[in-house]
């Protein structure tokens, strides 16, 4: 019997000022819900310091879908246990 399927989701993002990258975002969600941590990494220095309030902006947003990631995976996990 296959047993303890786990599904993980690797999200990356950029957050964009124009055509240029200031800051990368990437994280591997897990089903468990640990260590799901944002890893932000700025690719211009001066692009970033510009526009930090953008750049956080787009942050949250990204840790707004590792939640909804979460929750979604959970949420699979409960329907595959309770069948």
């Not at 990437?26 to 700025?42: D, H, K, M, Q, Y």
Request: aromatic share 4%; net charge negative.
């Amino acid at each position: 019997m296959l047993a303890n399927i786990q599904e993980n989701v690797n999200l990356q993002a950029e957050s964009k000022i124009g055509e240029e990258v200031a800051v990368t975002f990437a994280c591997l969600v897990s089903v468990e819900g640990n260590g799901n941590t944002v890893r932000p990494t700025i690719r211009n220095v001066d692009l970033y310091e510009a526009n930090k309030t953008q750049v956080r902006r787009d942050q949250q947003e990204f840790q707004n879908l590792v939640w909804e990631t979460e929750d979604r995976l959970a949420a699979n996990q409960l329907e595959e246990t309770s069948e």
